[in-house]
């Protein structure tokens, strides 16, 4: 499903909607912050997550200042049989910024007519986010050893 735009008015920083077709200039300031969190995740690769920004599919919010990138935010609306649920894949950069960010994907998730949001991250967000409910742990095994 395509990512509809609604602008972060309620972030602290310089938070901006990275459009798809800004994205070819603009990737390789944001590209560091994604591949440190590509590293922990292994199910999709650089590439893979630049296609789905491309096509709209996913969404990215970045905290830029001057051509320092501070945060960014990876999102995506996902229709599933029961609801309609925001998912925020991918977080980086400074807690801080992104947790000022939190109502921004809020909004984001009602705009769309999303019944629940999701953040997907390490155990630290759960504290840093305390108005948001620790609802599982994923455990991970690799079977190719």
């Not at 994604?34 to 995740?41: H, I, Q």
């Not at 599933?80 to 991918?90: A, G, H, N, S, T």
Request: overall charge negative; proline content about 5%; hydrophobic content about 40%.
């Amino acid at each position: 499903m395509s990512v509809q735009a609604v602008e972060p008015s309620s972030c602290a920083g310089d938070w901006r909607r990275v459009q798809p077709g800004d994205l070819p200039e603009a990737w390789p300031r944001y590209r560091k912050l994604l591949l440190d969190v590509l590293d922990r995740d292994r199910a999709f690769s650089e590439a893979d997550i630049l296609t789905l920004l491309l096509t709209g599919r996913r969404g990215l919010l970045v905290c830029e200042s001057g051509a320092e990138v501070s945060a960014i935010c990876i999102f995506e609306v996902v229709d599933l049989p029961q609801m309609r649920k925001l998912i925020v894949r991918y977080v980086a950069g400074d807690g801080d910024l992104i947790v000022s960010a939190a109502p921004w994907f809020l909004e984001q998730g009602r705009a769309a007519g999303c019944h629940e949001a999701e953040l997907y991250g390490r155990n630290g967000w759960a504290r840093r986010l305390p108005d948001w409910e620790q609802h599982y742990v994923v455990l991970r095994k690799d079977l190719t050893e």
